[in-house]
């Protein structure tokens, strides 16, 4: 997994156009307040970032636009449910690990 991420930091975020970025961010955003993460922590940079992050925040940035490139998916509101499911996918396999 770590591999793919590191081929979709290639096409770094700040490629995005403003609003593209805007979106992520939001996204990113309903994700912590969904799943109870304190976007000011930094417990996630390394789970999630791909290095350069400093917070919770800045790492589900990366994560949610990972995530959208590899599912192929345009940054919006219609796909908060997969990424809601997929970060639950992933809390469970944390915790059974």
Do not use: F
Not at 18 to 23: G, L, M, Q
């Amino acid at each position: 997994m770590r591999s793919e991420l590191m081929l979709l930091a290639a096409m770094p975020l700040n490629r995005l156009i403003p609003a593209e970025r805007r979106t992520v961010r939001n996204l990113a955003s309903s994700l912590c307040v969904a799943m109870g993460i304190l976007q000011e922590g930094c417990h996630l940079v390394a789970i999630l970032g791909l290095g350069g992050e400093r917070t919770n925040q800045e790492a589900m940035e990366t994560w949610v636009y990972c995530e959208l490139v590899k599912q192929n998916l345009e940054a919006g509101r219609d796909s908060l449910p997969m990424l809601i499911n997929r970060l639950q996918e992933l809390e469970h396999e944390w915790r059974t690990y």
